[in-house]
């Protein structure tokens, strides 16, 4: 098949890709890099069957030949940017939801949006089942991500009942893993990056607030049966195992301080709340095993050891170019002025 991954540069859509290439697929990516990484997309530019165009979504698409499926991807997902670009999500999650819709239609493809367990908002209930509506606050800042992937979500909807376009509609909760940004600004990159830095890991509230963390090639994984299948609704794809955030910060904390050889981890500082931020996240996923036949295999303990590995490895590889960098540089002020006039200085 031909595939069409939007926002395949960002770390989830960048598993999502190696998965769809792995099965033998050809697969185009649409981003923008707004908040992807070129470098995933450098990664993969030697593959026979992938092929990327730098675009946003909300400007539409390039020309392309058939499409069978488009898995859409492109939305930043970062509180950090909720409260920069609100303007900008809003216009991601409608415009850009139409034009992949049009696009779908065009080409007869089927269409999977990434919705969001902020649909839910401040939920009232736990764990949160597909058929819950929410309590979502519309005038915060928040809204332009949970609103807006409500409004994705109504769009879907219509595109099916009125044009007839096939969608499935996954709602995911708390991914993490490889190919994040450090500065990604979600809890997890936010909680290794201080601790690898040896500062306080910051935590937004007393730490109490829950969140269910679940590794990207579960969530991938989760994606594609959804897209596979039959089953039309909302889906919650996401992992039951519900903590606090202070317990999962405990755990980064006490990971990276090992892999670095420090004795004890960084300490925690708390923050004031961010304004509408969820207290409770716990996915019922009865609709995921029962539909689909998919949970998530990868437990927390053994995704974040995989996390905090790639981490540091970055972080390896970054000190390693900048001593070749500086190592460059330390060339003999005499040699350097004979280059630059043409003279030769090797006898």
Known sequence: MRILVTGGAGFLGHHLVRLLLRQGHRVVVVDSLWTGNKGNIRSLEGHANFQYYICDVRDGFPELDGLDQIYHLACPASPDHFEVNPIEILETCFEGTKNALELALKHGARLLLTSTSETYGDPKVSPQAETYRGNVSCFGPRACYDEGKRV?????????????????????????????????????????????????????????????????????????KLMNSDYTGPVNIGSDREMTVGEMASIIGRVVAKKMGHAE????????????????????????????????????????????????????????????????????PGRMAATAIGLDVSR
Do not use: H
Not at 288 to 312: I, M, N, S, Y
């Open 152 to 224: 994705a979500e109504a769009l879907a909807y219509s595109y099916n009942k009125q044009q007839g376009v096939e969608v499935r509609i996954a709602r995911i909760f708390n991914a993490y893993g490889p190919y994040m940004k450090l500065d990604d600004g979600r809890a997890v990159p936010n909680f290794i990056a201080a601790a690898m830095e040896r500062r306080p890991m910051v935590i937004y509230g007393d730490g109490t607030a829950t969140r269910s963390f679940q590794a990207a090639r579960d969530c991938v994984a989760g994606l594609e």
């Open 265 to 332: 981890p960084v300490p925690v500082r708390c923050l004031p709340a961010r304004q509408d931020d969820p207290m409770t996240r716990k996915p019922d996923i009865t609709l995921a095993r029962e539909k689909l036949g998919w949970k998530p295999l990868v437990e927390l303990e053994e995704g974040v050891d995989e996390t905090v590995d790639w981490f540091l490895e970055r972080r390896r590889l970054a000190k390693e170019d900048e001593e070749k960098e500086a190592a460059r540089r330390q060339v003999r």
